[in-house]
């Protein structure tokens, strides 16, 4: 796994620094930053290998991962399910969690595929050579939606969770509001009080016969 994730995208790197063919591409098919040069003869092979074939694959792998996974939930509880009367209980608890969980389930390839599906379309329209891949709108959808992966995770495992969000609201709130101290909330001594402590520290204690 760590020879796929590191590996091959290494192997592809070197392979097309290598050969030349990293280049100026006008963003046409990025933003803001050189990828396969447009004038290289065999740019839509370094294209796919570089980026976009893992793309597409990615659209197709994370729904039927998420299918797979969700297979093997269902499996589960139908395993368990002669257990249910004992874990009733607990089964009422967690039903609002593993509710939320599901759901978080499947926004994980909506928000990849509508996050990335830019990057592909002006891919095809470069393809294409289509004037609209220069659309404004296209080129910010596609430079957002490249770098905002993190940030979508972010606020669906961190915010959109309860315990991280109390977490965070609690934090926040203690550096905004300080607490006050105990002697400002018992307030200033009152007169009465300092006479007694004051005749308490002068009254002599009595020998002990």
């Known amino acids: 796994m760590l020879f796929f994730s590191w590996g091959v995208p290494l192997v592809i790197t070197v392979t097309a620094v290598s050969l ?44 039927l991962l998420y299918l797979l996974v969700r297979k093997h939930i269902n499996r ?19 039903g609002s969690s593993t509710s939320m969980a599901d759901k978080k389930l499947i926004l994980i390839p909506l928000i990849f595929i509508c996050l990335r599906v830019w990057s592909t379309v002006r891919f095809v329209l470069t393809l294409c050579g289509s004037p609209a891949v220069k659309a404004p709108v296209l080129v910010v959808l596609h430079g957002v939606g490249n770098t905002f992966q993190g940030g979508a995770n972010c606020i669906m495992f961190a ?16 550096r905004c509001c300080p607490q006050p101290s105990t002697q400002s909330l018992l ?9 007694e402590s004051q005749e308490s520290r002068r009254t002599p204690e009595v020998p002990s016969t």
């Not at 915010?159 to 203690?174: P, Q």
Request: hydrophobic fraction near 40%.
């Open 20 to 63: 030349k063919k990293i280049g100026y591409d006008a963003s046409d098919v990025s933003v803001g930053w050189c990828w396969v040069n447009l004038e290289a003869e065999d740019r839509v092979v370094w294209m796919l290998l570089t980026g976009k074939l893992w793309e597409m694959l990615a659209y197709v792998l994370l729904p």
């Open 187 to 195: 307030g200033p001594p009152t007169p009465r009080k300092m006479r």
């Open 76 to 94: 589960a509880h139908q395993a368990l399910s002669e257990y249910r009367p004992i874990c009733e209980g607990c089964h009422l608890q967690r």
């Open 159 to 174: 915010l959109c969770t309860r315990a991280v969000r109390t977490r965070l609201l609690s934090l926040f709130c203690c």
